[in-house]
């Protein structure tokens, strides 16, 4: 059971994202017009499955995580990066954190780094080096290799 209840998000007719064509090909067995594409969206659903009209990615050593459409992914990255399982944590925790609450998308790693990235809080209390910066002072040898 995943700790997150995302809101019941339809898609709107017209409207596509990543998703469609796998779905409809998984649904309809309908490929795209071009050869490279379709060559390649057949390659690419391997990787997916439909169940009770979702989408999920298989994973070699993870279970099914549920694929999401650019909105959706929005709402997990806040509601991981500041609800009750998150701490304001960097981008590649949260990204872990994302992935084992259950959820993918193709660009989860950018998404993640631009979410912390903008975030105020994660922000003002990063841990930034506070120590004074001071010049380097060259050790000079009497001959090669002799210190």
Request: glycine residues 6%; aromatic residues 12%; hydrophobic residues 40%.
């Amino acid at each position: 059971m995943r700790s997150i209840d995302l809101p019941e998000v339809q898609q709107i007719e017209g409207e596509e994202n990543w998703t469609t064509p796998i779905v409809t090909y998984l649904k309809d067995g309908r490929l795209l017009e071009d050869k490279d594409k379709a060559r390649k969206l057949r390659i690419k659903v391997v990787k997916f499955i439909l169940i009770d009209k979702v989408l999920y990615k298989r994973g070699f050593s993870k279970p099914y995580l549920r694929c999401l459409a650019p909105d959706e992914s929005n709402y997990v990255l806040r509601k991981v990066h500041e609800g009750a399982c998150g701490n304001h944590s960097g981008a590649r925790v949260l990204l872990h954190k994302v992935i084992y609450a259950g959820y993918y998308w193709p660009n989860i790693q950018a998404g993640a780094k631009v979410y912390v990235k903008v975030c105020d809080q994660f922000q003002r209390y990063n841990n930034v080096p506070r120590q004074l910066s001071k010049y380097l002072t060259s050790m000079m040898a009497p001959w090669l290799f002799a210190l």
